[in-house]
Every structure is written in C-alpha cells, then in structure tokens.
C-alpha cells in the first residue's frame, strides 16, 4: 500500500497493477507443468504448432567448390490453432466487505477490507488457471493431445482439441505375464524397449523420468527388478517445490520415480485422474515442450501478459467484480516423447 494511504479505494486498482499484481502471486504449478517451460506471452490470438517426428537428416559433406547445402528444418508438420480462453469472474457485495477475516479485529486500521477480497480474488483466480495450466500440461504428456470442454445449454460439449499426433506405438496396453503384478514380468526389459521407442521418434533423446498412477507404483515397489534398486537416499529436490518434490520416490534405472494420484472435477462432477492409477508413464524431460501464452482478449488489456485482471464496481446491489484471462496452450514440438503404458 502506498505511503500515507489509510483508506485505499476501488480507483486504486486499475487493471495494470492487478495484472502486476496476479502475475507475481505464487504459482500453484504441480508436477505435469514441471516438464514445460513457459515462454513469454506474445502478442497474437493464433499459436504456431509444430510437431518433430524422425526429422534429423544427415548433413551432406562438400568439396572445397560447392557452396553451402540448403537445409530443411525438421518439422514434420505446422498447424495454427487459436489459444484457448479462461476467464474467472468473481463478485463481493458491500455487506462482504463487512466480515471479519480470522485473526484480525475489526478495528484494525492496517486491514482494509476492499484490498484483502481483491487481493483473496486474485489468489483465486490464479489457482483457477494454474491447475487449468496443470490438466492441460497433463492431457499433452499422457494423452498426446489437449480436449477442451464447455457447458452449453446443459450439455457438455467438446469445444477444442490440440492433437500432438503422438505415434501409436506410444500406447501400451500389457498383458497376461507382462503385467507388473506378476513377479516374472522383465521391468528393465520393458524400460529399455520404451526407452528406444523415445529416441527413435525424437531424433535420440532418451527418456528421464517414470510417473507412475497409484496402483503402478504400489506394484512397481514390490517387484523384484525393483526392491533392491530403488535409490531413494540420494533424492535431488533442487529447485522444486515442496508439492512437486514429495512426488519424487527415488531413482531406478537412471529414472526419476514419481507418483501421481491426483484428481479434479469436470464439468459434470465427475472426479477425474490426472494419471489413472493402474498406468505408467515414461517421458523425456529434453524434449521440446514449453506453455506458450497468447494476448488476452479484453479492451482495457494494453499488451501481451500471462495473465491479465481488472475490476469494476456494481451499483444496485453493490458490489465488486473481478475478473482474470489467461491464454495458455501447453505445446510439445517432439510428439513421440512419451510413451503411456497400462501395466495393471
């Protein structure tokens, strides 16, 4: 709060220090998000896609006369899509403004009640499309591609999908002997075929990291390939969070181990699993996956932001609403970097 401003008022908070304001709130990213880097928000409504498959070519050798050898990139594909659209909106009547938060008096001086709601808003509107951010980040990782929903009329319908054309062999459905509950099955067999599907369909790279749903691991820790490898004292958080870094089990193989059994709601409220608990997945964090951020779609948004916000006030009742736009769209240019197996 600016110095000497006892009694902050609505004029305060224009939509370019809300937008300052919700972009430096912590970020509420998990484990998916962890494997994308985020880029810098453009000015644009379309994104460019482009998807990598078996591209890397051999570089011709020259004679000392020719001239330079005109290269292609390797780009299997370019498509356009447009950015999806997520626009929280919250509301707070005057008589809200009136409430006691927990542990403060209502005579307090320093607590001004319209600055705590804004401020309670914009945490909320970043946990909104932070965990959109995180399904998104998910759905491209297990699924190789991105559905997007709404609720028309009553009915879901399905309003936007981004295919990453991740090869079929990618999906794995075990079975009979080959199941990890079975104590014959070759884990590190299975690992090391997986792993050289990835390179082939990456130009090399090789895979780094194993997420596991909740009933893989449970069978992945008791099988004998596994007890007595399974490194977990040696366990680098670096620079994670404490929410992804208690994911981490240990290291096998040259793999990271994490868990997975988180789950969310969709529009129909059903409970949905980020990672069903009876599937693996094996992936290559080298590859080319990054969040891109379109330009928000909002008269009073000045530029390119990952997300923006701004507020208006209401008459009759009254009241506040605040309002966030975010466009992200979670990307992988390499589509055969993961590969997902049901291995129960």
């Known amino acids: 709060m600016p110095e000497g401003r006892s009694d902050m008022d609505l004029s305060y908070f224009t939509p370019r220090v809300l937008t300052g304001v919700i972009n430096l709130r912590p970020v509420k990213h998990d484990l998916f998000t962890h494997f994308f880097r985020p880029l810098d928000p453009k000015p644009v409504d379309v994104l460019e896609l482009q998807t990598s498959l078996r591209g890397a070519s051999l570089l011709p050798s020259i004679t000392n006369y020719d001239g330079g050898t005109l290269r292609k990139g390797e780009v299997l594909g370019v498509d356009y899509v447009k950015a999806p659209r997520f626009r929280p909106k919250r509301g707070f009547r005057a008589a809200d403004l009136l409430k006691t938060q927990k542990g403060f008096t209502p005579y307090d001086p ?13 945490d909320a509107h970043r946990d909104d499309i932070d965990r959109m951010v995180e399904i998104m980040c998910a759905q491209a990782a297990v ?8 609720m028309i009329e009553g009915e879901v319908v399905k309003t936007y999908t981004v295919d990453f054309k991740r090869p079929a062999s990618h999906t794995v459905i075990l079975s009979g002997d080959a199941l990890w509950s079975n104590t014959s099955a070759d884990l590190l067999g299975m690992m090391d075929e997986w792993d050289l599907l990835i390179q082939e369909d990456t130009s090399g790279l090789s895979a780094t990291d194993l997420i596991l749903g909740k009933n893989a691991w449970t069978a992945f820790r008791r099988h004998p390939d596994v007890k007595e490898t399974l490194d977990n004292r040696r366990i680098d958080l670096g620079g994670l969070s404490p929410r992804v870094g208690a994911k981490l089990k240990g290291v096998w193989n040259g793999l990271n181990i994490w868990t997975h059994n988180a789950t969310y709601r969709d529009l ?3 409970t949905k699993y980020y990672l069903e608990p009876d599937y693996a997945l094996l992936l290559a964090r080298d590859a080319d996956s990054v969040i891109e951020f379109a330009q928000p779609v909002d008269v009073k948004c000045e530029g390119p932001a990952k997300i923006f916000a701004k507020q ?11 309002i966030a736009e975010s466009r992200p769209l979670p ?3 390499h589509c055969g970097w993961t590969v997902k197996a049901k291995v129960l």
């Not at 320093?110 to 600055?115: K, L, Q």
């Not at 208006?312 to 605040?322: K, L, N, R, W």
Request: hydrophobic share 30%.
């Open 110 to 122: 320093r607590i001004n009640p319209v600055e705590r709601a804004v401020a309670d808003d914009m």
């Open 312 to 322: 208006f006030e209401q008459e009759d009742p009254s009241g506040i609403f605040t």
């Open 331 to 333: 990307m992988t240019r």
């Open 268 to 270: 129909e409220g059903n």
């Open 143 to 150: 699924d190789g591609r991105i559905d997007l929903y709404d």
